[in-house]
């Protein structure tokens, strides 16, 4: 009889933990499934959704994540991963050659230069020697806008053209100075006519550098727009910055021409990550470029990072811009959070968690996901009827999680969406 009970006891001990953890997985999953599964809120547009453990290298759950979505600005968590990858930590300003007191340069990349969101390069420091700045274009292989871009989106701030020296962020702010726009760059100063069209801010005209305004309508405090980067323009902001005669040549970076790294690229990422900045992505992708093949081309760039960083993503993205700008780029959940693994690698988890909007505290996640300690870590991605959010989560019993959440083709209010998503993370939060 001893024996038979401690049997009994044995036999308890030994599997029971067993069946209790079995009934846990499946009453989290259960849960999960009622918010996400079918009639549920997400049951009424295309949702994608995968929870993997980081710790244990397992999928909690998953739903349409091997199907494609449009990631809009988590694309830049691909772009993100690419300069990590090549660039390390500095960013590439210009090649450049010295020949006595004139200086030949060829752009980067490096969207740092006057531009207000970003430490400042030391460049008329580093031109003081020279009388003479020679710059080169021969070394881009790129389109100012990227491919699949809204045409009309030309004359608003999230949509500046690339360049290979940006100025100022290649926008130019007008400020209200007695009813009458005033640019923060004295070149465009003559650039600015009246109109009658009815129009409260400024305006650009869609073929040049011309700004408008009604003068019996304009009320307008701040109009920030970006202008058209063509070389006489350029020429002429680089010469006004730095007080030195630059001349446009048509040459060839040698291959021993050196490289003017002006800074870290850690607040380029944060700008990046936390703002959401589409001009210091598509950027970034360029000196990604400058640095493998001495060029700037954003497309030849993609395809070498594909091949050689991505050949195990479980499904192949359709990659073609820097920021998400463009509807032609293509994800799965899954493969999202195969790249949220591979970074959660290539750099200390507490500095990626930093770097990425921290829910209830800065940049784009500052009025969503609060908590008394942040529990999510991610990027967000919004364009008209889509809304994305990949990253990492921090559950109350300290594990973290890699997610991807995707969205596309609803008629819901972006914010009826987030507050739906914040039930499903919260729900993680507190059972996970």
Same mark, same amino acid.
């Given at each position: 009889m001893k024996l038979r009970v401690i049997g009994i006891i044995f036999f308890w001990l030994l599997f029971l933990p067993g069946f209790s953890q079995e009934d846990d997985a499946r009453r989290k999953y259960e849960g999960l499934n009622e918010l996400l599964g079918e009639n549920s809120f997400f049951d009424n547009h295309l949702t994608g959704f995968m929870l993997y453990d980081l710790d244990s290298q397992w999928v909690m759950f998953e739903k349409n994540s091997h199907m494609n979505f449009i990631p809009a600005s988590t694309t830049k968590l691909l772009t993100f991963y690419a300069s990590v990858l090549i660039l390390k930590d500095s960013t590439r300003t210009f090649r450049y050659v010295k020949n006595g007191d004139q200086i030949t340069i060829w752009g980067s990349g490096d969207p740092s230069w006057k531009y207000k969101p970003l430490p400042q390069p030391k460049l008329q420091e580093f031109f003081r020697p020279y009388k003479k700045i020679n710059f080169s274009l021969e070394n881009w292989k790129d389109t100012p806008f990227g491919y699949g871009w809204q045409w009309d989106d030309y004359y608003f701030a999230y949509s500046p053209e690339r360049s290979a020296f940006p100025v100022y962020g290649n926008i130019v702010t007008f400020t209200n100075t007695n009813k009458t726009p005033v640019p923060d760059i004295p070149l465009f100063r003559s650039m600015v006519a009246r109109s009658d069209r009815e129009i409260r801010g400024v305006q650009r005209d869609f073929n040049s550098n011309t700004f408008y305004y009604n003068p019996s309508l304009y009320v307008n405090q +701040?109009? &920030?727009?970006? +202008?058209i980067t063509i070389p006489e323009v350029k020429l002429k902001l680089m010469e006004e910055s730095l007080g030195k005669p630059v001349t446009l040549v048509r040459e060839k970076? %040698?291959?021993?021409?050196?490289? =003017?790294?002006?800074?870290l690229l850690a607040p380029l990422w944060k700008e990046v990550l936390q703002e959401s900045d589409n001009f210091v992505a598509e950027q970034l992708l360029l000196m990604v470029s400058d640095a493998l093949?001495?060029?700037l081309n954003s497309e030849r760039a993609i395809d070498f990072i594909k091949k050689n960083h991505m050949a195990d993503f479980p499904d192949k993205p359709q990659w073609v811009d820097g920021s998400g700008l463009s509807r032609h780029n293509l994800v799965t959940p899954r493969s999202m959070v195969t790249l949220m693994v591979k970074l959660d690698q290539l750099m200390p988890r507490a500095q990626l #968690?930093?770097?990425?909007?921290?829910?209830?505290? !800065?940049g784009t996640?500052? !009025? *969503?996901?609060?908590? %008394?300690?942040?529990?999510?870590?991610?990027? &967000?991605? &919004? /364009?008209? *009827? @889509?809304?994305?959010l990949v990253g990492l989560l921090r559950t109350d019993s300290g594990k973290v999680y890699a997610f991807s959440f #995707? @969205? !596309? @083709?609803?008629? !819901?209010?972006a914010s009826e969406i987030r507050r739906e998503m914040e039930k499903v993370l919260? =729900? /993680?939060?507190?059972n996970y």
């Open positions: +701040f109009s &920030t727009m970006p +202008f970076a %040698p291959a021993d021409a050196k490289v =003017y790294k002006g800074g093949f001495g060029e #968690m930093q770097l990425l909007p921290q829910g209830g505290v !800065n996640l500052k !009025n *969503n996901y609060a908590a %008394p300690r942040p529990y999510v870590f991610a990027k &967000t991605g &919004t /364009i008209s *009827n @889509n809304h994305s #995707m @969205n !596309n @083709n609803y008629l !819901n209010k919260k =729900y /993680i939060k507190a």
